[in-house]
């Protein structure tokens, strides 16, 4: 079965510095992958995904991630911490034939000035 | 724009009131998602259409219903609300059509709260 395990479930950045949200993998089959934000009281919108065209996915908003099947990861990092980007990071992982995501616990990120 | 459209964005009821929350769409998918989300937590399947196909997730209390009249609409009923039901219920869609691992788009979520 499909899992993924995000470490960390709140993270402190300041604004200016390095964003990494941290997800790793469990899947039997090559995994389709997914980051997604939510902000307060809002719905989840998906910032990436990997579907086994390109280990390195750009997304929207700045962020990108890696997929790393060496290290079953899949980190969220963004170069540098806006405000605006005080949410919570979900990653999901599809599970082939049941079409459904399963979701980690999630990361709060907080940014402080 | 193409969206997925919840109603209302805030719900109140009464313990043990019947309460039905809608979803709609205009992206024409084939397949809509009900989650429910507590507090801190990640979305939880409750159950999806594939079309008309009806697919309950095994833990999905009695409590909680759903329709789906059409492609566009689909609403979550629970019968019986109780105190451990409040959260934000979420709906989602996906065009199976355009890839089986495409993403799920997401409404805004209805937050419901049972007094």
Known sequence: AQSVTQLGSHV?????????????????????????????????????KYTSAATLVKGINGFE?????????????????HMSDAAEY??????????????????RLLVSP | DAMVIQNPRYQVTQFGKPVTLS????????????YQQKSSQ???????YYDKDFNNEA????????????????????RSPGLGDAA????????PS??????????PGTRLTVL
Request: a neutral charge; charged letters at 15%; aromatic letters at 16%.
């Open chain 1, 12 to 48: 402190s950045v300041s604004e200016g510095a390095l964003v990494l949200l941290r997800c790793n993998y469990s899947s039997s089959v090559p995994p389709y992958l997914f980051w997604y934000v939510q902000y307060p009281n809002q719905g989840l919108q998906l910032l990436l």
């Open chain 1, 90 to 107: 979900f990653c999901a992982v599809i599970n082939p034939g049941f079409q459904k995501l399963v979701f980690g616990t999630g990361t």
């Open chain 2, 23 to 34: 979803c709609s769409q205009t992206l024409n998918h084939n397949v809509m998602y009900w």
């Open chain 2, 42 to 48: 990640a979305p939880k399947l409750l159950f999806h």
């Open chain 2, 98 to 107: 355009s890839g089986s691992y495409n993403e799920q788009f997401f409404g």
């Open chain 2, 59 to 78: 833990d999905t209390p009695d409590n909680f219903q759903s329709r789906r009249p059409n492609t566009s609409f689909c609403f979550l009923d629970i």
């Open chain 2, 88 to 95: 934000m219920y979420l709906c989602a869609t996906r065009d």
């Open chain 1, 65 to 81: 991630a890696e997929f790393k099947k060496s290290e079953t990861s899949f980190h969220l990092t963004k170069p540098s911490a």
